[in-house]
C-alpha cells in the first residue's frame, strides 16, 4: 500500500509547525499517570492529540530542508513519509463524540490549564467548537494562573468525565492509534542512519559536517521525547500502575540490580563476539538500596552501551588471547543532585584528537560495519558489541533527555572513564530542539 504526500496534508503540517512544542518533565509524567481514571487518560490523549502533531511537523519539515541534498536520500525519503503519515493518522482520529454538559467541563478545563503543568492543552482547532479556534492556552495571565488551584479542579473534572462510555471508547480508539505509530517509527534509527550512508555514498564524504550532526542530534533527542510520551501513554491506559511504577517510569529504580544486569549483558555479549571463554571482569561497587526516580529502560541503554565499549577496548587491548584482563570499574555516587555513574576502563584510552569524533554518529574504529538491515531488532535499535557509531553519542542524548549528562575522559596510553550524571531532582523539563 503505498502512501502519499499531498498537498493538503502538507498545508496541515505547516501550519502545525507553527506552533512551538511542549516540554513535559518527569515528575509531571508522574503526577499526571498516578492512579488515572477514564476522564484523566482522556485528558491524556487530548494533550497529545495536539502536541504530537506539532512534534511530528516540525520534524517532516526539518527533514524536507536538510542541506546538501540529503533530504532526497531514499532512506530520508522514507522517514520523511513515516513522520507524515503518523501526523495524518492522528489529526484525522475521529473525535469523540462527547455529551454537552460534558463538553462544556471540558472546554473549561481546557482553559484553566496552564503550559503543561497538567498536560497543558492548546486549542489549535477545536472543530466541534469553531469560536475557540486558535485560542492559545499561554494567552493565560500568571495573575490569573494563580488564582486557580488547578490540581483539585481537575480531579474533579476527570470523575465528572470518568462515567462517560463514549471517553472510554475514545480511549482506547486512541491508544490502539499511538501503538500503531510507536510501531512504524521502531525503524527510524536504523533507515535515518541508512539515508546517511546513501548521502556519504553519494557524495563521496568521509565524515558528516556539523550542521548535520546537529540535525542528528535535535532529530533523535525529539525521537526520545516523542517516544517517552508515546510509551508512557500506552502504558498508563494498558497496565494499572502499581507501587513502584507509573507508566515506564519507576519511581525507585534500583541502580544496583540494573547495572547488574547490564554487566551480565555486555560480558555475555562480548564473550560471544570475541569467542572468549570469559569476558573481563566488572567490578560493582553500588550501595544496594539506591533508588531513584527514573525510566529504567533509558538507564539500561547507556549502561549496556558504555559497558560494551571498556570491555571491546579492554579485550581489544591486550588481545582476545590473554591469559587474564584487567577489570572494568562501575562506581556508582550518590550526590543530592546527582546519582554518577563512572565506568573506568584500562582499555587503552582514545587518542586526543580523535575525542571530538567519538560523539559524532557514525564514527567506529569497526573497521566492517554490520548490516544496516531496518528489520534487525525491531523493537528497539541495539547494536550488537559494537560498529554502528551509535553507542556514545545516543547515550548522551538520553542522559540529557532528563537533564543529565555523559562525559567521557581518557588518558591515552592507560584507559577510559566514563562519567554518567542522571539528575535526581527529576523536575527539568525535557529539551526541546
Ligand atoms: P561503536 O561502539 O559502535 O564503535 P560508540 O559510539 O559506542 O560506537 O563508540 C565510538 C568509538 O569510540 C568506538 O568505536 C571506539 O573507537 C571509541 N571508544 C568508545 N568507548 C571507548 C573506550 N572505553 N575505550 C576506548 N575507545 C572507546
Ligand atoms: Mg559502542
Known sequence: MSWKLTDRLAEKINHYSSFPATGVSLRQMVQFGQRPNP?????????????????????????????????????????RNWYAQSFEELIELPRPK?????????????????????????????????????????????????????????????????????????????????????????????????GISEYKHSRQRMQIDSTIQSFLDRFYMSRIGIRMLIGQHIAINEQPSTDN???????????????????????FICQDYYGLYTSPQVQLVCKPDLNFMYVPGHLSHMLFETLKNSLRAVVELHGPDADNFPPVKLIVAEGNEDITIKISDEGGGIPRSAIPLVWTYMYTTVETMPSLDPD???????????????????????????????????????GTDVYLHLNRLSSTSEPLP
Open 245 to 267: 511504577y507509573v507508566g515506564v517510569i519507576c519511581t525507585k529504580t534500583n541502580v544496583r540490580e540494573l547495572a547488574q544486569e547490564a554487566i551480565d549483558n555486555a560480558r
Open 376 to 414: 534487525f531488532n525491531k523493537s528497539d535499535f541495539k547494536a550488537p558489541m559494537a560498529g554502528f557509531g551509535y553507542g556514545l553519542p545516543l547515550s548522551r542524548l538520553y542522559a540529557r533527555y532528563f537533564g543529565g549528562d555523559l562525559k567521557l575522559i581518557s588518558m591515552e596510553g592507560y
Open 39 to 79: 476522564g484523566t487518560l482522556f485528558r491524556g490523549a487530548q494533550f497529545l492529540g495536539e502536541e504530537l502533531p506539532i512534534r511530528l511537523a516540525h520534524r517532516v519539515k526539518e527533514l524536507n530542508n536538510l542541506p546538501d541534498g540529503l533530504s532526497e536520500m531514499p532512506s530520508i525519503q522514507k522517514v
Open 98 to 194: 462527547i455529551p454537552p454538559q460534558l463538553r462544556e467541563l471540558l472546554i473549561k478545563a481546557q482553559r484553566r490549564d496552564t503550559n503543561g503543568e497538567h498536560y497543558g492543552q492548546k486549542l489549535l482547532e477545536n472543530t466541534e467548537n469553531p469560536s475557540l479556534a486558535g485560542e492559545d492556552y499561554r494567552e493565560i495571565t500568571p495573575q490569573k494562573k494563580k488564582s486557580i488551584n488547578s490540581r483539585r479542579y481537575f480531579v474533579l473534572v476527570d470523575d465528572d468525565i470518568s462515567w462517560s462510555p463514549e471517553i472510554h471508547e475514545y480511549n482506547k480508539l486512541f491508544t490502539k492509534c499511538l501503538s500503531v505509530i510507536k510501531k512504524r517509527h521502531d525503524p527510524v534509527v536504523t533507515t535515518v542512519a541508512q
